[in-house]
């Protein structure tokens, strides 16, 4: 079993929905978040980070982490056909000497 | 406006050859990373500098080695190319601790 688990999609919604991604991990001692967005031929960039359980929004995008389920989700409102990319979570912990785990990554497709 | 370049957008090289990817950052970070991404299979580290000569081994360093002799530039060696290794490599940075890693635009390495 991987450490992270991210459904690779493809995930196709119409403009202007609401898209849900979601990552679940085994380890319980991830203590902090993150999204990554990779366009195609670009390097992943990051676009949110949490430490902790909770929300966290930023603009059009939430990120929420489940820390009792182990289960962190990022929700973009209003989508755009420019979100179209691949999403990534990754994950650390602090005694991992700066380590990431890797989610697959959700390919999502806005349509016009 | 932070910068990771690679060397090289595209690669083909021969079984057996060795093959030289090079990362060179302008942020002046102290961390350096090379990881491989596979359809499936997320991004996987594999290694990583957190200063000028030092190297840690990431998830899978077999068949790889690293050099860092400059702050800002962080090489990739694989000694003797292998079909197996056929796949996205990224090079990233950060600052120290579990800061954003910022990705270079991946260098697509065939090997035939």
């Known amino acids: 079993q991987k450490e992270v688990e991210q459904d690779p999609g493809p995930l196709s919604v119409p403009e202007g929905a609401i898209v849900s991604l979601n990552c679940t991990y085994s380890n319980s001692a991830f203590q902090y978040f993150m999204w990554y967005r990779q366009y195609s031929r670009k390097g992943p960039e990051l676009l949110m980070y949490?430490?902790s359980s909770g929300n966290k929004e930023d603009g059009r995008f939430t990120a929420q982490v489940d820390k009792s389920s182990k289960y962190i989700s990022l929700f973009i409102r209003d989508s755009q056909p420019s979100d179209s990319a691949t999403y990534l979570c990754a994950m650390g912990r602090m005694d991992s000497n700066y380590q990431l785990i890797w989610g697959a990554g959700t390919k999502l497709i806005i349509k016009p | 406006d932070v910068k990771v370049t690679q060397s090289s957008r595209y690669l083909v090289k021969r079984t057996g050859e060795k093959v030289f990817l090079e990362c060179v950052q302008d942020m002046d970070h102290e961390n350096m990373f090379w990881y491989r991404q596979d359809p499936g299979l997320g991004l996987r580290l594999i290694y990583f500098?957190?200063?000028?000569?030092?190297?840690e081994k990431g998830d899978i360093p077999e068949g790889y080695s690293v050099s860092r002799e400059k702050k800002e530039r962080f090489s990739l060696i694989l000694e003797s190319a292998s079909t197996n290794q056929t796949s996205m490599y990224l090079c990233a940075s950060s600052t120290p601790g579990y800061n954003e890693q910022f990705f270079g635009p991946g260098t697509r390495l065939t090997v035939l």
């Open positions: 949490t430490y």
């Open positions: 500098s957190y200063d000028v000569k030092m190297k």
